[in-house]
């Protein structure tokens, strides 16, 4: 039998989203009063990085041993897949000595190819399509603050990259009412605005950040220059001008919206100081949440725990 991987949130039904979510509150709890939970004991998790990491590669590294299991932590260019050797080799090696793989790389067709041959879950840690992992942790962190967070109006504002592409999946799974604001030229993928289109999302693409914010509860932004994009950081502040998420645009949102940014953040481009560090801004606490929900979703794809 495959097993199952969490390569996108198009992978996961609602039912299964809202159970990790569920497990995540508990697995907080669990981390707050510094109880034992063994869940993963005698397991190991490999991670993989083609590109860097502090969220991704600490939450799983503290979050997997604070379940008892292990991880073995690989920079690609220092394995032998930097040396060229196939992706379907590599899987079918790793997939026999560890437990699950998590892997952080660009194009997504890497991360299915090693999924397709790994027979072991695979969970993606960010590709330049999709970052599954950080939305849950965004969605677990609205969750907390907002019983009612199914029925609130949520925007991101920006660059059409992977935050985006995996907050369209969270509102086609979730059915989340969502407006995303990106220029022309930097729309989210069009085939995850295809595949929500035919799943009836609440959802809609606007070019005006103050059309999005408007009435906001939940405002999400990220870098407009995403990691491998570097030799456009000059054109990309030239055509992202007027989406910085500032005290003007905030002014528009509800008054007890919450900012989110899945971090790391660059002050003065996307988001204002001000807002990041203000009374309305979860970043820290989201960013904690990436350990939870990436504890609750292994446990999930390796059937322990509950
Ligand atoms: N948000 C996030 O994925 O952070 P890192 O790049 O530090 O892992
Ligand atoms: N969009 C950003 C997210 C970093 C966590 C990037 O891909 O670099």
Redesign the pocket.
Known sequence: MQPSHLLTLFDWSADRIQAVLQRSVKLKAVRRLRAQRHTLSGRTIALIFE?A?T??RVSFEAGVANLGGSTVVLQSRDTQLGRGEPLKDAARVLGRYVDAIVMRTFAQATIDEIARHAGVPVING?T?LS?PC?VLADVFTVMERRHNWRSLRWCYIG?G???ANSLIEASAQLGLEMVLACPDGYRPAAEHLERAKQMRTPLSVVTDPRVAARGADVVIT??W?????EEETQARQKAFAGYQVNADLMKLARPEALVLH???AHRGEEISEEVLEGPQSVVFDEAENRMYVQQAALEVLLGVGE
């Not at 220059?225 to 994009?229: A, F, I």
């Open positions: 590109k990491s969220r991704t960010l330049d970052h950080q660059d990259n992977n935050m990220d870098v220059t995403s990691m491998g994009q899945c971090l790391p």
